[in-house]
């Protein structure tokens, strides 16, 4: 997809890279409080609203692995989007006139300042899919990781710029374009995060034919001894006080 086009589909355009790399002494911080929402729209898409901001991270066209989710066209103030990929970088049609960060790289919007870190987003050095963009920022003084299709593990550089996230979103399926439960679990060993959120895993909305990742329950089954919290909705509210100090692993519901 070229650039032109992605400005086109998200409405207003582009937002300005504050600097091209902040290095270490990056510090995502927002000038704002209270409690965080976030709601799951199915594989690696999330809206996170708190703070007077509504960040939507991921929109996807529902084919393959995504077949049987609704569109996520939901109204946002900023669209993130880890590739351009049809899983995560789908953002055409979406209401409203969002702003929209695609590329690796340091950015500020309404007082929130994101950064994004290129992993690849295969085990073959980016060659087949490319780079990802794993996004970091913090919102409603919640710090947030959303690792996107992260494929490769992270470097040690990498961890001293993402510090000890608050909540990590983590893909767990596997397949060729993302982490697989193990790969998953050497990730959030190295981040620590309080709160962990699996994304891009096999569902009933996955179309069996088109899809290659696997079930939650394996990285669960890997994950034994840390405690899973269960939501009976799509949405879950936190804030600096609710999150755990050890990590436990958040599960939500779609339905259907």
Not at 16 to 35: C, K, M, R, Y
Not at 109 to 114: A, D, L, S
Not at 178 to 188: D, F, M
Request: hydrophobic residues 40%.
């Amino acid at each position: 997809m070229k650039r032109r086009q992605l400005i086109g589909y998200a409405g207003a355009g582009l937002v300005t890279p504050l600097v091209t790399n902040l290095g270490s002494e990056f510090q995502a911080t927002a000038q704002s409080s209270g409690s965080l929402s976030i709601q799951w729209l199915g594989h690696s898409c999330f809206l996170f609203t708190g703070g007077g901001t509504k960040i939507l991270v991921n929109p996807f066209r529902p084919v393959g692995c995504t077949a049987r989710y609704r569109p996520p066209k939901v109204s946002a103030d900023l669209v993130l989007i880890s590739s351009q990929l049809l899983d995560e970088g789908v953002v055409e049609n979406l209401p409203g006139n969002p702003k929209l960060i695609y590329e690796p790289g340091a950015y500020e919007f309404k007082g929130i300042k994101f950064q994004g870190i290129a992993i690849d987003h295969d085990r073959k050095g980016g060659k087949q899919f490319g780079t990802n963009a794993a996004w970091l920022w913090t919102q409603a003084k919640t710090n947030i990781l959303h690792l996107g299709g992260a494929a490769a593990p992270i470097s040690f550089e990498q961890k001293i710029l993402i510090g000890r996230p608050d909540v990590a979103l983590v893909p767990v399926g596997g397949g060729a374009k993302a982490y697989n439960a193990t790969e998953a679990k050497q990730a959030i060993q190295v981040i620590n995060p309080k709160l962990i959120i699996p994304t891009q895993f096999r569902t009933q909305a996955a179309d069996n034919a088109n899809c290659d990742v696997s079930p939650l329950d394996g990285f669960l089954s890997l994950m034994q001894g840390v405690n899973v919290r269960r939501s009976s909705s799509d949405t879950i509210t936190v804030s600096p006080g609710s999150l755990p100090e050890k990590g436990e692993i958040q599960v939500f519901s779609y339905k259907f």
